[in-house]
């Protein structure tokens, strides 16, 4: 009994000095629309192993027996990516629900960030899709929306109740800015109901902020009527600042880093094929307008933006180009199972064949593995979403834990 009582009091010991060691709870918003929700589904994880750049990281986003990794040490609280509230051990699954399961920036954030610090961490994430800066998550400092005289003249012409828009718009302005400050402020009042092992005693540290939105501004001619101009996009710059400001200010952390995920759906600008060019521009003026509150002063080493357009996969976008030639004869194929010339079997054998001579047996995998959605949900892809996360946290770390100065 002595010697067992005298190890439980060593135990006790040592593991009060590891949770002291270990510091107050690293706490991390991650904040946006559809692509912060995450619409990549796990099956394309697989696909990751291809390629020798990402193989390593499907290495850590798996334990020994192949299944998602859950990390003991990551809690996740996530509001706005299914019905309810989602609350648990990160780990694959807390991407959009419908048709999952599916991760979004989370999950390699999650990851990477506990393998910077070395410490407990919590995220909370708030992400809706579908959802505007100039409206939907509109900070309260910039101000009620007002309509520009291009959509008044719009209104005009359709005969619209200028008021009655005018009332609808002020009552959609700002509301998911205010959801998510509820939640945050809601997760940090009772941190032991997302973490169970929580110690009050040692507290959290709000360390960082991530933010990933940005396509229905983008499409927006209404709202941003010069946005094939540069300098168009000037309205959301303006905003993203102003929300960096109110955000630290509503969340009493001043000096909190925040990381923008610049929109790069599509891929680098320069190497758009001839069915993108309309939209050059367009994409350009608006990642640079994203971009643009990292260079402020005022932010400089507490702000960057990750130019997530480095992480598109330009081999699914070669194989889609080799593979337009085939659809065709594709589509013939299917016609004549629909006439009833060809039987299913012998049309989807004759598919096969068709696409069997064209790719090979890694590029037919690529192809049909490892997207799982639409090109403006990052194709559904594992590989670009899980890459992205990482980006975050590289992005965050640095921030947080700076290079030091050589002696």
Known sequence: MLIRSLLAAALAVCCASQTAAAGPLKVFVLAGQSNMQGHAHIRTMDAMALDPETAPLLAKMRDENGTPRVLDDVWISSLGSADEVRTGKLTAGFGADARGPKI?????????????????????????????????????????YEFNEAQLENFAKRDVDVDQAKAEKAEA?????????????????????????????????????????????????????????????????????????????????????????????????????????????????????????????????NVAAVRTERYWDMDVVALRLREKPLKERKDQINAAVKSGDLSREEGDAAIKELYAAAFSPRELTILNDSTSNFDFHYMGSAKIMSQIGRGFAEAMAEMIQPPRKAN
């Open 173 to 301: 302005t700002g509301r998911y800015y205010r959801l998510m400050t509820e939640h945050v402020k809601t997760v940090l009042k009772d941190v032991g109901e997302v973490v169970p092992n929580y110690d009050p005693e040692q507290g959290y540290e709000l360390a960082g902020f991530v933010w990933f939105q940005g396509w229905n501004d983008m499409v927006d001619g209404g709202a941003y009527p010069d946005r094939g101009r540069a300098g168009g996009y000037d309205q959301y710059a303006e905003l993203m600042a102003t929300f960096i400001r109110d955000m630290r200010r509503d969340l009493d952390a001043p000096k909190l880093p925040f990381v923008i995920g610049v929109l790069g759906v599509g891929g680098p600008v320069e190497d758009y094929g001839p069915d993108q060019q309309r939209y050059r521009e367009t994409h350009a003026n608006f990642r640079a307008a994203m971009a643009a509150p990292a260079a402020l002063p005022e932010f400089q080493g």
């Open 104 to 144: 979004g920036p989370e999950f390699t954030f999650g990851i990477a960030m506990h393998e910077a610090l070395d410490k407990p961490i919590l995220i909370i994430k708030t992400a809706w899709g579908g959802k505007s800066l100039h409206t939907d998550f509109r900070p309260p400092s910039a101000g009620p």
